[in-house]
C-alpha cells in the first residue's frame, strides 16, 4: 500500500479517502480537487515538481492517492508530526491557518477523520 511504503498510517490516509472522495476517483470538487484524495490540481503540480520523483496525474488513481500521501507525509514533517496540525493543513491549506485561524468546519473534519479512524 502507498501509505506504509511512504510511512504513514494506512488508517489515517484511508480516513481522508474517506473524508474526502468517499474513495471514488471521479469526484472532483467545486473548486476543482481531483479525485480519491481531492487534490488541488496546483497542489499536484507542485507534489509531482518538489516531493515526487516523477510527474504524477491526478486523474489516475494510483497517482492521486500518491499525490495525496505525499502532500501528507510533508505536512506531517513540517508540523514535527503533530497530525491533527497535518490533518487542518491538508483541509484548510497552512497560509489560510496562519491568515484566519482553523476554520469551524476544519475542526469539524479533524474530529471526523479521528473517529473514522478509530473505528478501524
Given amino acids: 500500500m502507498t501509505a506504509e511504503h511512504l510511512g504513514l498510517d494506512p488508517k489515517v ?8 472522495s468517499g474513495w471514488q476517483q471521479g469526484v472532483v470538487s467545486p473548486t476543482g480537487a481531483v479525485g ?10 507542485w ?3 518538489y516531493l515526487s520523483s516523477r510527474p504524477l496525474d491526478l486523474h ?17 514533517h513540517i508540523h514535527n508530526g503533530d497530525v491533527s ?5 491538508y483541509y484548510q491549506g497552512d ?26
Avoid: K
Fill in 60 to 76: 489516475i488513481a494510483a497517482d492521486n492517492v500518491t499525490a495525496g500521501c505525499l502532500l501528507l507525509r510533508h505536512l506531517l
Fill in 47 to 49: 507534489i509531482s515538481r
Fill in 13 to 20: 490516509v484511508r480516513a481522508i479517502a474517506w473524508m474526502e
Fill in 95 to 120: 497560509a489560510s491557518i496562519a491568515r484566519h485561524g482553523l476554520f469551524e468546519d476544519t475542526r469539524q473534519y479533524q474530529a471526523v477523520i479521528r473517529a473514522l479512524m478509530a473505528r478501524e
Fill in 85 to 89: 496540525a497535518a490533518l487542518a493543513a
Fill in 36 to 45: 480519491i484524495m481531492q487534490v488541488e490540481p496546483y497542489t499536484g503540480d
